[in-house]
């Protein structure tokens, strides 16, 4: 990553690593781990719906005694997504994500998902 990016797009990575709305929970884990990832973007009917993060797993899953392969990804996904434009300035998406109290941030043009970008991401690029 470039010290001198400025905008989502630049740090953004690409594709972001998606799973199916009614996919199990012990799917979604084996993706992440596979991928080495904390996150997927949830999709149904070819749009981003979600996202399930590793913290969603533990407390909705593993801490209420639940069994991952009888829940599906969307019974604990957050959603509505929130997103941020791949054109939009490094500082803001932070600033977004501290406000929202969220690591993560879908990066969208339209409708269409081009990727994701991390807390640790933007603060590698800025520093």
């Not at 070819?46 to 599906?72: C, S, W």
């Not at 990804?73 to 929202?100: C, N």
């Amino acid at each position: 990553m470039s010290k001198s990016a400025s905008k989502v797009e630049e740090i953004m990575r690409s594709p972001a690593v998606s799973i199916q709305f009614s996919e199990s929970v012990a799917e979604a884990v084996r993706l992440m781990l596979q991928h080495d990832i904390g996150a997927l973007i949830v999709d149904k009917g070819g749009q981003p719906a979600g996202i399930i993060t590793d913290k969603d797993v533990l407390r909705r899953v593993v801490l209420e005694g639940r069994n991952p392969r009888d829940v599906r990804v969307d019974q604990i996904m957050s959603s509505p997504l929130i997103t941020v434009s791949p054109k939009e300035s490094l500082g803001r998406a932070l600033a977004l994500m501290r406000d929202r109290n969220i690591r993560r941030l879908p990066v969208m043009e339209g409708r269409r998902l081009l990727g994701i970008i991390t807390e640790k991401d933007l603060i590698k690029a800025i520093l």
